[in-house]
């Protein structure tokens, strides 16, 4: 619905969509997470319109290349997607070469998350990208597609070792990205282990464990068997896992999990995220991004609200 | 017609055809003022919010295409699943959501003069290879880099289908001067088998007669070294597969398209990949290229085409 006033302003343009967040304005709470997009190469931008959210966060990244798992990689699930892809990249190095020098040219906003097998790598990884002009590293602690002998977002000792390692080497605000694998009695766990190993935000959900089977071929769908579930299907475990992290921590939340409109974006923020990631979403609606920003706007202009800092957390009684 | 993004386009639907068996070929609105597609390219489809809400099905869906006018392009398709079956349902006017041109195509640069191009298509495979040789017949594409068709190169398109009613849809090639030889699983129309079978004979007898049928035809000495043929395949795996051994085997390229589900579409989800052969890979290169991007035509001996069996947990 596009009301608009007699002037013919469309409603909401004088909503301000802006947040504070790590010392920096982002023009609105929407982060594209990481993963989908990689490294977002102009084609994909201009298809995508990825430019048009807050800041994007870039894609996996390791110390050296990494090949990703055997395909198949992807199945659609009920208003879902299951992936696999394995944290295919081509390391830190061709990042600061040929990825990074774009997109600040572009004057986009981004985080770079980051991966590893050991916390020394993901040191490695921190310290590589010392000199590049970022907002923050995001630290991907497990992805369900990937298998590590000490699973860092699983285990509150062994994550706030691995954030202190990290921080030795990292000249840029820390964020942790925190997997709902670990069930909803101890996301407030790994929350504080985050807080308390210094992280300055953290971020959640990753993707949910899951698995497909081919019954004519009578085996897994996935080359990796298992992958991990996107999409619609999982919002309301992720907005539970939000709402519990956000009253855990005082370090702001990114919270993403079946986000595809810019209803749901308020949502997160209702919950106490300060800003709202989306992945799936661009993938089935191309243009999710302008749509969500002016959904949130005709919204909260109904609401009554002049910024949407003013919504964040008001769901549990704060803001 | 209506350009939303960069690449994506408000369509609509301008006939649906019925061609029996499952089969359709649907006509699509394509805008004039963008990049026509080249041959081996495809299109994501999918219904608009309007006509279809909700988040299921989520993706869009590749469909190579199989003819392209200033104005539109056709896409062959059988119905397989709930997208199709809704794909099917549509009528003139109805709006389809579209992306593209999208992937690599056919290599400008693929055959030389004299060469046979021999086109092995299973079922729906018939559909790049439909759009390659309408283009290269009608010298629009170039098999040899030069623009237009080398004079006197053979072309066949070796078709294998279900039924002979979908079998018309390589029929209009024959006015193009493309021999189409037509297998049917059941018989109805030309050889009962399928397009393997058509292959091994084709193949069998292009051994024989290349050297004096071509040399003649090409204006060739006799001391100028063997034609060749050059095998362009699409369809199910088994199909691409037989082609690449049967290429193997004369010495012939074979280029193949391949099929896979798409994210993105653009090569940066990597949703997409297949595997490259290990011979291929330097140390440091990829081993993993996008169907979408990096394709989704190869070379045969790019790409392992066996079916990867799912291992016990992640691999790295």
Same mark, same amino acid.
């Given at each position: ?5 007699? =002037? ?7 909503? &301000? ?22 490294? /977002? ?10 430019? $048009? ?71 490695? !990884? ?28 699983? =285990? ?64 897994? %769908?996935?080359?990796?068997? /298992? ?19 956000? @009253?855990?921590?005082?370090?702001? !939340? ?9 209803? &749901? ?55 | ?16 055809? =019925? ?30 919010? +309007? ?21 539109? %392009? ?8 709930? /997208? ?30 004299? &060469? ?46 279900? +039924? ?20 049917? $699983? &059941? ?9 393997? =079978? ?52 004369? @010495? ?25 052969? $290990? ?38």
């Amino acid at each position: 619905m596009k009301a608009t006033k007699p =002037d013919g302003e469309r409603t909401g343009q004088s909503v &301000d969509l802006s947040v504070e967040f790590l010392g920096t304005t982002l023009k609105n709470p929407i982060v594209v997470a990481s993963g989908p997009f990689g490294y /977002f190469p102009a084609e994909a931008r201009r298809l995508y319109r990825l430019g $048009e959210a807050g800041a994007l966060v870039v894609k996996g990244t390791s110390v050296s290349p990494w090949p990703g798992n055997p395909p198949p990689r992807l199945i659609e699930t009920p208003a879902g997607l299951l992936n696999s892809i394995g944290l295919e990249n081509k390391g830190v190095e061709w990042l600061k070469r040929d990825c990074l020098p774009e997109l600040r040219a572009e004057g986009l906003k981004v985080i770079v998350n980051v991966v590893g097998t050991t916390s020394r790598e993901y040191r490695e !990884v921190a310290e590589s990208l010392g000199d590049q002009d970022i907002l923050a590293l995001e630290l991907n602690v497990s992805c369900p597609n990937v298998e590590m002998d000490v699973e860092f977002g699983e =285990d509150p000792v062994a994550l706030r070792g691995l954030l202190e390692e990290v921080r030795r080497g990292s000249r840029h605000p820390l964020i942790v990205k925190l997997t709902p694998n670990v069930g909803f009695r101890r996301i407030a766990d790994l929350a504080r282990a985050a807080e308390d190993g210094g992280a300055a935000a953290i971020s959640l959900i990753n993707t949910l464990k899951g698995l497909a089977i081919d019954v004519e071929k009578r085996r897994p %769908v996935l080359g990796a068997v /298992f992958g991990g579930l996107s999409g619609p299907a999982v919002k309301p475990v992720a907005l539970a896992m939000v709402w519990r992290a956000a @009253g855990a921590v005082a370090i702001p !939340v990114i919270g993403m999990g079946g986000v595809t409109s810019g209803r &749901d974006v308020l949502e997160f923020l209702m919950a106490g995220a300060r800003a709202v990631g989306v992945g799936t979403a661009p993938l089935s609606n191309p243009s999710a991004i302008p749509d969500m920003v002016r959904e949130m706007r005709e919204i909260l202009d109904r609401l009554g609200a002049r910024r949407v800092e003013e919504v964040i957390g008001v769901a549990r009684g704060e803001g | 017609m209506v350009t939303l993004n960069d690449g994506l386009f408000e369509s609509a639907v301008e006939r649906n055809e =019925d061609l029996g068996g499952g089969h359709f070929k649907v006509r699509l609105r394509f805008p004039e003022t963008a990049v026509p597609p080249k041959p081996g390219q495809f299109v994501l489809l999918k219904m608009p919010p +309007s006509r279809w809400p909700g988040a299921d099905p989520l993706l869009f869906r590749p469909f190579s295409v199989y003819s392209y006018r200033p104005g539109y %392009v056709e896409v062959f398709y059988k119905v397989v699943g709930r /997208f199709t079956r809704g794909l099917a349902s549509l009528g003139p006017g109805d709006p389809v959501l579209l992306v593209g041109p999208l992937g690599n195509g056919f290599p400008p640069d693929l055959s030389r003069s004299g &060469d046979f191009l021999i086109l092995v298509a299973g079922g729906t495979g018939v559909a790049p290879l439909h759009f390659f040789a309408q283009s290269l017949m009608e010298g629009t594409v170039s098999g040899e880099g030069r623009g237009g068709r080398a004079v006197g190169q053979p072309v066949a398109l070796l078709g294998g289908f279900s +039924s002979a009613g979908i079998a018309a849809a390589a029929g209009d090639l024959r006015q193009l001067g493309v021999s189409v030889i037509v297998a049917t $699983e &059941d018989g109805s129309l030309g050889l009962k088998g399928t397009v393997l =079978d058509l292959l091994e004979e084709c193949a069998e007898e292009l051994g024989k007669t290349a050297n004096r049928a071509s040399r003649s035809a090409a204006g060739m000495e006799a001391g100028d070294p063997p034609v060749r043929a050059v095998v362009l395949a699409a369809g199910p795996p088994a199909v691409i597969r037989g082609a690449a051994r049967v290429g193997q085997r004369f @010495g012939w390229p074979v280029y193949v398209s391949v099929e896979q589900r798409m994210g993105c579409g653009v090569g940066v989800c990597r949703g997409c990949v297949v595997r490259r052969r $290990e011979e291929r890979c330097n140390p440091g290169e990829p081993r993993f290229v996008s169907v979408c991007s990096d394709g989704p035509v190869f070379s045969a001996d790019e790409v392992a085409l066996e079916e990867e069996i799912p291992g016990p947990g992640a691999r790295r």
